[in-house]
């Protein structure tokens, strides 16, 4: 088992430790999503070591399906596979259970699927997701869920949560079973399970309650940012987290903005993870603490500056505003990668004073702060 230790508190929002057979993880901590391996954007491992990331996520599914976890397996595993030898947390495949609605059937055993590159047919229920997520030897292996639909209806949320109860039971025989294996890569692989329940407090609450039970490595919250309002987001967050075990670590997935973040950490939140940063970026949407710009923007032709001043990042260190946007209008991936560089150090620098701000016990006025800075920008199309 990998030991959690919580350093200091203020109110809900805990700064702790995760130490790691790969390495000690500082909470809170900003998970940088690279779903194949890779974080788009033309971002290598010597630049995700520049930009202060501690964790890289990569995708059970995608990794499955391209190149094959088998492949990975052979060649020594995701760490080596990808050269990076910090933590890595994998994803299940569950959250595909809900993106690839219209290409899957589920069912007590798993779930099958169509592949959405070339349509072949795919099972994958909890054994499977945690055979491949083993055979990726990732530090933290995510449990098997299905992550239903924030306006799916009642009976359907229950009925869903439960059968993720009961995968979640099996994801552990066979995690456990795994681990005991001499060809296994990670016989010290983590498992953390996911909490599921829609919008519903009780079938959340109950949830945790029973998957609490399972004594596992780590408890996400899963199934938020799938459609609800940002304030049912924090009314469950508020709701369910005092029900998760509070010496383990608090993942939240798939969340989300720079606002998101700093209201979940009120609420007791530790690991995040979004493609936003690398997906805005690819877009020229860059995140500073007076808010996001457009790169695009016509005023930003002339512009000499930095996209963030007194910012260290890969960026912001060489290049201008209207040398980023040249790049981005001529098409250039340098434009993209850059972009990307700036808003994932926002990001994990973002984290960092937030650790900070808790060692200093000052993270609430931190959090207002933050958030007045980077209200004060008028939105920007």
């Not at 997701?129 to 530090?139: F, K, N």
């Not at 296994?184 to 945790?208: M, S």
Request: charged share 25%; aromatic share 8%.
């Amino acid at each position: 088992m990998a030991e959690y230790r919580i350093l200091t508190q203020e109110g809900m929002a805990k700064r702790g430790e995760f130490h790691t057979v790969h390495g000690t993880i500082e909470t809170p901590v900003f998970m940088n999503v690279g779903t194949a391996a890779a974080i788009k954007g033309a971002v290598s491992t010597e630049d995700l070591e520049q930009i202060k990331t501690q964790v890289e996520l990569s995708n059970t599914y995608h990794l499955h399906v391209r190149p094959g976890d088998t492949l990975i397996h052979e060649l020594g595993g995701l760490h080596k596979f990808m050269s990076w030898d910090k933590p890595i947390l994998t994803d299940s495949g569950g959250f595909q259970v809900f993106s690839l609605a219209g290409l899957r059937k589920i069912k007590e055993e798993g779930v099958y699927f169509n592949c959405h590159i070339d349509g072949h047919k795919i099972f994958m229920g909890p054994e499977e997701s945690m055979q491949i997520q083993s055979h990726l030897a990732s530090t933290i292996a995510m449990a098997f869920d299905e992550c239903p639909s924030s306006v799916a209806d009642r009976t359907y949320v229950q009925n869903s949560a439960d059968r993720t109860a009961r995968w979640l039971r099996r994801c552990k025989t066979e995690m456990e079973r795994l681990n005991g294996l001499p060809d296994t890569i990670n016989k010290e692989q983590l498992l953390f399970g996911i909490n599921q329940g829609a919008v519903y407090e009780d079938i959340r609450i109950d949830h945790a309650k029973r998957i609490t039970e399972m004594d596992l490595d780590g408890y996400a919250v899963g199934g938020l940012a799938v459609g609800e309002t940002h304030e049912e987001m924090y009314r469950i967050l508020e709701a369910v987290v005092p029900y998760l075990p509070k010496d383990k670590p608090t993942y939240l997935m798939g969340v989300g903005t720079p606002a998101n973040i700093l209201e979940a950490v009120e609420r007791g939140v530790d690991f995040f993870d979004c493609v936003y940063p690398s997906r805005n970026g690819r877009h020229g949407h860059v995140y500073t603490n007076q808010g996001k710009l457009n790169l695009f923007n016509q005023k930003y032709q002339k512009d000499t500056k930095p996209i963030e001043e007194g910012c260290a990042c890969p960026a912001c260190r060489r290049y201008s505003r209207a040398y980023i946007r040249h790049l981005l209008k001529a098409k250039e991936m340098l434009g993209m990668r850059l972009c990307v560089l700036h808003n994932l150090y926002f990001y994990n620098t973002m984290m960092e004073e937030i650790r900070d701000s808790l060692d200093r016990g000052c993270f609430l006025s931190y959090k207002e702060e933050k958030l007045y800075g980077m209200g004060q920008n008028r939105k920007e199309s």
